[in-house]
């Protein structure tokens, strides 16, 4: 089932070096600003456009850097937009392999319920109110746990010391302050 | 497209070690954010510093590619947005990568996450020209440098040290401080095993 932590770490090490030795490191976050664009697009045709030389965005954010969050909006089938639909795939394949997650645990995690009871609602505001902090922290930070801290880490950018610091001096004292029970 | 068969084939066992790691199980993340089970916290050490000794030693030896390097620019932001990021994983026991690993793994409480997070990331893109202005995002100590000088890299460094070596001599830092993590370091209240019925 789990695997041990010296096999699982050398796996996941040689899958964050295998990234960087055939294409680039790692990241997940800034595909969430893909799919918003991808949406807002839809919705708004005019929000993404084509220039002379490439993309634009009437949103700022997605017009920084020459519009490359603009191009890839309008050209979502890129490396990093697989690279995260072929994780859920991969995450999927392996939950399926070891016998899936079971139903009681499917619907809230067993220490969420040893600490909070058994009210789904509850479980299901904080984990939206937690990927919203989660990804706007990312968005601000410029990268999530596999691109700054991960990937970060491991090539010694500066970026991603900082970013570990400040992600964990928060989620230590949140962790311990909200799940004293164990389970 | 070959770009195309590379995320196919690299996403999705990054995936699959996720979920085998713990690192998408919420409750495997608080155990080790509470300090009461520090494997997921030796597996992530002995990663890091096995990609940065492959990485490293790799470039020493000719290997690899100094160009595929991305090293992300530093600024104060960097580190509010870690904090906010760490309380929001704490919380939800959800991060942008293992959440959808644990919503594509059938765990409902991941798809209020990915919502959320869709959500989070719409309110950043509105509220980025703020950020812009108010400096927070301006370079600090040199913007995207690395810790030392990498030979051959596009990336300044933050000192003169010889870049791979530093980058080899910390990887094996990460490897020994997997070793010596203790697998729990507090020990909290149990919850009632067997519930009266």
Same mark, same amino acid.
């Given at each position: 089932m789990s695997l041990n932590w010296k096999v699982g770490g050398l796996l996941l090490? #040689?899958?964050?070096?295998?990234?960087? #030795?055939? %294409? +680039?490191?790692?990241? %997940?976050s800034t595909q969430f600003v893909i799919v918003d664009g991808i949406i807002g697009d839809l919705v708004n045709p005019d929000l993404v456009t084509q220039t002379d030389d490439g993309f634009t965005s009437t949103?700022?954010? #997605?017009? +920084?850097?020459?519009? +490359?969050?603009? +191009?890839?909006v309008a050209n979502p089938l890129n490396y990093s937009f697989i690279f995260v639909l072929a994780m859920m795939l991969g995450g999927f394949l392996s939950v399926l392999a070891r016998g899936g997650i079971g139903q009681s645990e499917r619907s809230m995690p067993e220490l969420w319920r040893a600490n909070f009871g058994d009210n789904a609602v509850k479980r299901y505001a904080v984990a939206f109110l937690g990927g919203f902090v %989660?990804?706007?922290?990312?968005?601000?930070?410029?990268?999530?746990?596999?691109?700054?801290?991960?990937?970060?880490?491991?090539?010694?950018?500066?970026?991603?010391?900082?970013?570990?610091?400040?992600?964990?001096?928060?989620?230590?004292? %949140?962790s311990i302050l909200m799940f004293r029970k164990e389970a | 497209?070959?770009?195309?068969?590379?995320?196919?084939?690299?996403?999705?066992a990054f995936g699959a070690v996720l979920d085998r790691v713990g690192a998408?199980?919420?409750?495997?993340?608080?155990?080790?954010?509470?300090?009461?089970? /520090?494997?997921?916290?030796?597996?992530? /050490?002995?990663?890091?510093?096995t990609g940065s000794v492959l990485m490293f030693g790799g470039q020493m030896l000719g290997l690899v590619e100094v160009g595929h390097m991305s090293v992300k620019t530093a600024?104060?932001?960097?580190?509010?947005?870690?904090?906010?990021?760490?309380?929001?994983?704490?919380?939800s026991g959800y991060c942008p990568g293992t959440g959808v690993v644990a919503l594509a793994s059938g765990r409902k409480d991941a798809l209020f996450f990915v919502a959320g997070g869709l959500?989070? &990331?719409?309110?950043?893109?509105?509220?980025?020209?703020?950020?812009? &202005?108010?400096?927070? /995002?301006?370079?600090?100590?040199?913007?995207?440098?690395? /810790?030392?000088?990498v030979p051959g890299s596009r990336y300044e460094g933050l000192t003169a040290l010889p870049g791979d070596i530093l980058g080899l001599v910390l990887g094996l830092g990460f490897v020994a401080l997997a070793f010596a993590l203790p697998e729990r370091l507090v020990r909290r209240e149990a919850t009632q095993t067997a519930p009266a019925e």
């Open positions: 090490g #040689l899958v964050f070096f295998a990234a960087v #030795l055939l %294409v +680039k490191p790692i990241g %997940v949103n700022a954010y #997605l017009a +920084k850097s020459g519009g +490359k969050y603009a +191009k890839s %989660v990804l706007y922290g990312a968005r601000l930070a410029g990268g999530c746990t596999s691109g700054h801290m991960m990937s970060g880490m491991m090539q010694t950018a500066l970026s991603g010391y900082i970013f570990a610091a400040g992600a964990f001096a928060a989620a230590i004292p %949140v | 497209m070959s770009s195309i068969l590379l995320a196919v084939v690299i996403g999705a998408s199980n919420p409750n495997a993340i608080n155990r080790m954010l509470n300090l009461t089970d /520090l494997r997921l916290a030796k597996s992530i /050490l002995l990663a890091i510093g600024y104060a932001g960097v580190f509010l947005g870690g904090l906010m990021l760490g309380a929001g994983w704490a919380a959500l989070g &990331a719409a309110a950043y893109m509105l509220s980025y020209p703020a950020w812009k &202005a108010s400096g927070l /995002l301006d370079k600090i100590a040199g913007g995207a440098v690395t /810790l030392g000088t």
